[in-house]
């Protein structure tokens, strides 16, 4: 269907709909949003709302949705959290007045990135992104379109910039180039977001600082840009952009992130089983964005983290004061995102009064921060901005009982305006002058039911049945003829109305203007909020820490320069608060005079990965200031940590568990420094024995001779312990066990040396497998065994032909050096032992051991 077939209405939007063919058009006609089309058929499914259409009795009718305009929000809110665009196009002009069709333009694009007023309670950042691409560097910049944050760094490879915005939680990136089919596939089907393309950079904005890097300024514009076309409005809360470097905090990719469960439980996706939900004892919103921050980057230096960890201890030292600092804090609201409703002129009355409410709490917060008396404290005594001039002029202008809507009045308090007082005692007296009207006009005119009344045609009146007439007096004046009865007027009367009128109509437009002028005030402290925020939110994170640190019997960890580690009794803080007043058994590591590799064996259940997580999660606390769970901790500061722990296939790209696994140990082998900190668990188990085992060594030995980097090394091949009499930085640890009667109990505890054997029939015991199923499983592990043990170590009547060899001709499975004759090594290599039956399996290593 053409323009020129359908109405000029329906033109007006199909001319509007070409500008945004990727959004959801909602179209204002009088109390309704309405979509059509495609629109419409879409969005009644999504929404459960009735589908009908427009110009039903047409050849082709055009589909056709609404949505009241008082309750649109909650409809966008669920288009927006499923990934869709929404633009909104307002009624420019007044319908009464328009000539021919009401002008109409779309006035806020909302996008996943761009949620500020949304209905869904939600107090985490949402950051929007934008990607710029120039040579061999990526420029990544990201906003909180919500509290004004912008920040921009460089990156230098695709994958970083996926893994930065995977760490960010970002539904939505910005591109100012073209993805590959795959790249593109693989962002919008497995990482799910919304990718937007902005081909415009923003002109001139004092929001750019002048140290940034090219292409940092480009992604830096390129994010404004697209903001000030979705938003089209001046943004007066954002904040110019900070330059950061990932390399200034200690670096962990997203699947590093999500394997130690930082921020999220990875197999719920819930809060509740994460580091973050541990330490969170926070009582504002802004506290709770902070924490979950500082979580995600851990600190590198030194003088830094000391200054978080001497706060910690004031606030331990004073647990009475501390107490009263949390409750301070209780009544505090989130003011940060307050400043963003402010800049879009979404600001209510309600608002207002909370701004306010926290602004009378600063002064008791910072006389609290004073009663510690430590000089510890005196930045955050001093960066307690109350802003008494604001709060004066909130807690003078805003009525305590003020509705959430700026139309219904009592918005302002009486006392505040002059004018407005004036209006208000005219409403209010003009109803006892009108009493007392009719009251003496009743008594001089002897028309004893004579009563005054109002209505919207006739405004005040005298009513007087016809059986009074002849009473009348002579300065009424007819206004209205009923069937029986008069009304009248008097200049008494219409002066007393002309005054009601007045003030009701002068009052509310008054109180609006008044309302506007004080929002108008408030935007200019926005810069001074936005740093109080920031000061408050600080607050909140440290004294939760200490709060924590105090519940769990945290200590403080201790940093050396000497790259040793001493943990004395330490616990995986997670699982210990999960399993509440269950006996948690802790674990020292001790990695010094010189080792840098802990190789760990010991039966699957038994804690190894527990350990290996716990010392993470350790790093991580102490780097982000906390205090950490043990009874003492000693250790340097490390750059980073690579983790390769749980197995995980990639199926929406195609890789397999082991494919994941190498990628991930590459990841780690080709970035880490003797600064890092490296935890594998169980590497090389995705592929055959002897591939894997191979593997195994061969990343263990590059690890020790060429990267240097602390290691904690988790595995079921326990040929590999054999490593440390030739690997001198390397010590065998292993998971200590129990076994009585043929019963095996594992103690979950660390000890040093290898295991001396396998317990995986008894964790298949444990799981209920049949018990004649693991008998033959025992069976055919003992004639393994035995047969392993024939082919390493041989009986005393073929020591001698061993012995009579050349030791370059000794068979080696484990060591580079083995000299096996061709022919052997091939008929070794064909082997697969994983699909072998037992008997197969036999035969082949008994005609290995004949031939050599």
């Excluded at 009624?91 to 328009?98: L, S």
């Excluded at 640190?549 to 320069?561: G, K, M, Q, T």
């Excluded at 592929?687 to 590059?702: C, F, K, P, R, V």
């Amino acid at each position: 269907m053409t323009k020129t077939t359908i109405s000029p209405g329906m033109q007006q939007y199909l001319a509007i709909k070409e500008n945004y063919p990727d959004a959801f058009l909602l179209f204002r006609m009088g109390d309704f949003y309405e979509l059509f089309y495609d629109d419409a058929v879409k969005a009644a499914q999504i929404l459960e709302i009735g589908l009908t259409s427009r110009n039903k009795n047409a050849e082709n009718p055009i589909p056709m949705a609404g949505v009241p305009h008082h309750s649109a929000q909650q409809y966008i809110d669920i288009l927006v959290e499923m990934g869709h665009k929404v633009a909104i196009a307002e009624q420019m002009e007044d319908p009464k007045q328009a000539i021919g069709v009401v002008k109409r333009e779309v006035v806020q694009v909302i996008t996943p990135g761009t949620v500020v007023d949304s209905s869904i309670p939600n107090t985490a950042n949402n950051f929007l992104v934008a990607v710029d691409f120039m040579g061999q560097d990526y420029g990544l910049a990201y906003m909180d379109l919500a509290t004004g944050e912008f920040f921009v760094t460089n990156l230098d490879s695709f994958a970083s910039v996926c893994s930065e915005i995977l760490n960010l939680q970002a539904k939505e990136v910005v591109l100012g180039f073209s993805l590959s089919a795959e790249e593109e596939e693989r962002c919008v089907k497995q990482y799910q977001w919304l990718l937007s393309y902005e081909t415009d950079l923003i002109d001139e904005t004092d929001l750019i600082v002048d140290t940034l890097t090219t292409i940092e300024v480009q992604a830096s514009k390129r994010l404004l840009s697209y903001v000030h076309k979705t938003q089209m409005r001046e943004l007066s809360h954002l904040q110019k952009v900070v330059h950061y470097e990932v390399k200034d905090y200690l670096q962990m990719s997203y699947a590093t992130k999500n394997s130690l469960d930082l921020v999220a439980n990875a197999r719920t996706g819930k809060k509740h089983g994460s580091l973050y939900w541990l330490l969170d004892e926070t009582k504002t919103a802004m506290g709770m964005r902070l924490l979950k921050a500082w979580i995600d980057r851990p600190l590198l230096h030194h003088e830094q983290i000391l200054e978080r960890q001497n706060i910690i201890q004031v606030f331990l030292d004073a647990f009475i004061e501390r107490v009263d600092l949390s409750d301070s804090l209780k009544g505090v609201y989130d003011i940060e995102r307050l400043t963003s409703r402010v800049s879009f002129g979404k600001v209510n009355p309600k608002d207002l009064l909370q701004l306010a409410q926290t602004l009378s709490k600063i002064p008791t917060i910072k006389s609290i921060l004073q009663s510690f008396r430590s000089k510890h404290l005196d930045k955050l005594v001093k960066d307690l901005d109350p802003l008494p001039e604001l709060a004066h002029l909130l807690s003078s202008a805003i009525n305590p009982d003020a509705p959430a809507t700026i139309s219904e009045g009592d918005i302002i308090k009486t006392g505040f305006d002059e004018r407005l007082d004036h209006y208000r005692l005219v409403m209010k007296e003009g109803t006892s002058w009108i009493a007392d009207l009719e009251a003496r006009e009743r008594e001089a005119s002897g028309i004893n039911n004579l009563k005054i009344d109002y209505n919207r045609k006739d405004g005040y009146y005298f009513h007087v049945t016809n059986s009074h007439l002849d009473l009348v007096p002579e300065h009424f004046f007819r206004k209205a003829t009923l069937k029986n009865s008069e009304r009248y007027g008097t200049t008494e009367l219409a002066k007393i109305e002309g005054q009601m009128l007045e003030a009701r109509e002068e009052s509310a437009n008054l109180e609006y203007d008044i309302f506007l002028r004080i929002r108008s005030q408030v935007e200019a402290y926005i810069g001074r909020l936005q740093a109080l925020a920031k000061a408050i939110a600080t607050i909140d994170v440290l004294q939760s820490l200490a709060t924590v640190a105090e519940n769990n019997h945290y200590v403080r960890p201790i940093f050396n320069s000497t790259r040793d580690i001493i943990v004395e009794n330490g616990r995986h803080a997670v699982v210990e608060k999960v399993m509440g007043t269950q006996e948690y058994i802790p674990n020292s590591i001790d990695l010094q005079a010189g080792k840098t590799i802990q190789l760990i064996t010991g039966p699957n259940m038994s804690g190894k990965s527990t350990y290996m997580r716990q010392l993470a999660l350790t790093v991580i606390m102490a780097q982000m200031g906390s205090y950490v769970a043990a009874d003492q901790v000693k250790m340097p500061i490390f750059d980073a940590i690579f983790t390769r722990i749980g197995a995980a296939d990639d199926l929406i790209s195609g890789q397999s568990t082991f494919m994941v696994e190498m990628m991930e140990a590459n990841h780690a082998i080709q970035r880490a420094s003797k600064h890092s900190l490296i935890l594998f668990d169980e590497l090389g188990r995705g592929t055959a024995t002897y591939d894997g085992m191979a593997l195994a060594q061969s990343i263990i030995e590059y690890i020790h001779d060429y990267v240097g980097a602390k290691t904690l090394f988790a595995t079921h091949y326990h040929e590999l312990t054999e490593l440390s009499r030739k690997l001198k930085h390397l010590e065998n640890v292993h998971v200590t066990t129990l076994e009585k009667d043929g019963d095996v109990t594992f103690l979950h505890k660390i000890s040093q040396g290898p295991a001396d054997k396998s317990y995986g029939i008894h964790v298949a015991k444990i799981a209920g497998l049949p018990a004649s199923l693991l008998q033959r499983a025992d069976t055919i592990l003992s004639h393994l065994e035995d047969q392993s043990h024939a082919i390493l170590h041989p009986e005393a009547e073929d020591s001698a032909l061993v012995e009579a060899q050349p030791a370059s001709q000794q068979l080696s499975l484990f060591t580079e050096e083995s000299a096996v004759r061709e022919s052997l090594v091939q008929e070794l290599a064909q082997l697969d032992p994983l699909n072998m039956t037992p008997l197969e399996a036999m035969a082949a290593l008994i005609s290995l051991k004949q031939k050599l």
